[in-house]
């Protein structure tokens, strides 16, 4: 399974009661709302809202992917406790028919706002409070029908990988039921994924989730690894994150922006036909009526409309390498600006014998 699980921004919580009043024929009716979706407790108490697991509505959810908010840690500096993490994410859990949930513990991670840490002594302390968060959850959740990822905080710099995964990852491998795992620093997050999923099939690991995996770049490379894992997938902010600046994507992953006097963008949006169920039911599949609606109304189907398309543009990818291999592995070579060369020799390979061939040193102790 590939998927992308759709995770609720800030902006998205603030806009459930409007989705509710305003589009609710058209939500029940959606085929992009995909039957996972991913809450964060970082994003919930630094808005201080929706701390009450029981407002959110879970009839239409296989599954509900619960994080913690390591994220908001390292991005805002915010102080979240441990147990009152577990405690909200046990509250979501009961609520759910058969405690259908993937639970992440709190973490600490290795960068806030794209800069990495200082020195490997404060990953080694990060990592070993994230593992005593685990512990904590894995107590926390016996005699429920959940499933528990550890965390695992990838970089290429230095030894921090190895440290973090025999600090956080690898005395909890038997007792967890996948990794979930952050790529840093994210603005290169695109070139040091095909190395850190590689390194997690190396493991032996099943179940894989990434976070952040937004972007162009970076969802193009997922389908390289489908056969690989048995579940992998990742979560995205990003269509209501732009939606929230006047943000929406054409059907080829551009963006166009909206601004107080309409459209701003180099494209001719008028010659472009959108048939996602949000144009085509109220815009006449023309994405350019998309500017002239309420603001309110705008953020929500904006917000739609861009789901829509990065779950499209990933099915795009996943049939393209299923039809045409060496064109798919074309196509992402371009787009993430590595060469094919080395995409073969990381799918062929491995992690081990490729990340020595083009970047060096000592891997330390992995098994």
């Not at 994080?67 to 577990?86: H, K, T």
């Not at 390289?224 to 600046?245: G, N």
């Not at 006047?246 to 963008?265: A, C, E, V, W, Y």
């Not at 010659?271 to 953020?299: E, G, H, M, Q, W």
């Amino acid at each position: 399974m590939n998927k992308m699980i759709p995770a609720l921004s800030g902006f998205f919580i603030l806009s459930t009661e409007n989705i509710e009043n305003e589009r609710r024929h058209w939500r029940k009716e959606c085929p992009i709302f995909i039957p996972e979706l991913l809450v964060s407790y970082g994003t919930c108490f630094s808005l201080k809202r929706f701390l009450q697991p029981k407002i959110f509505r879970f009839e239409k959810y296989n599954e509900i992917f619960l994080d913690s908010g390591g994220f908001q840690i390292a991005e805002r500096g915010l102080n979240i406790n441990c147990n009152e993490v577990i405690k909200w994410q046990m509250n979501f859990v009961d609520l759910l028919d058969d405690n259908k949930s993937v639970v992440f513990p709190l973490d600490y991670p290795l960068a806030g706002k794209g800069a990495e840490c200082p020195t490997a002594d404060e990953v080694e302390r990060r990592a070993q409070k994230t593992y005593q968060n685990t512990i904590k959850l894995i107590d926390s959740v016996k005699g429920r029908n959940t499933k528990i990822y550890a965390i695992f905080q990838f970089s290429m710099k230095r030894n921090y990988k190895e440290i973090w995964w025999n600090e956080a990852v690898k005395p909890l491998l038997k007792d967890v039921d996948g990794i979930a795992m952050a790529v840093r620093p994210m603005t290169r997050m695109h070139e040091y994924l095909p190395f850190a999923l590689s390194l997690l099939y190396e493991q032996g690991v099943e179940n894989v989730h990434c976070f952040v995996g937004t972007g162009r770049r970076a969802i193009s490379i997922f389908p390289l690894f489908e056969d690989k894992f048995k579940v992998l997938t990742f979560d995205s902010t990003t269509f209501t994150l732009d939606a929230s600046k006047g943000k929406l994507f054409t059907p080829f992953l551009d963006r166009i922006r909206i601004g107080n006097k309409g459209m701003k963008s180099n494209l001719n949006f008028k010659d472009i036909k959108c048939f996602c169920p949000v144009c085509k039911r109220f815009y006449d599949t023309d994405i350019s009526n998309l500017s002239n609606i309420s603001s309110a109304n705008r953020y929500i189907d904006i917000g739609l409309h861009n789901l829509y398309h990065i779950i499209q543009y990933l099915n795009h990818c996943i049939m393209l390498k299923r039809n045409n291999y060496d064109k798919y592995v074309s196509y992402v070579s371009r787009n993430i600006g590595m060469s094919q060369d080395i995409l073969f020799d990381i799918i062929d390979n491995g992690f081990q014998k490729s990340y020595r061939k083009y970047y060096g040193g000592n891997l330390g102790e992995w098994i």
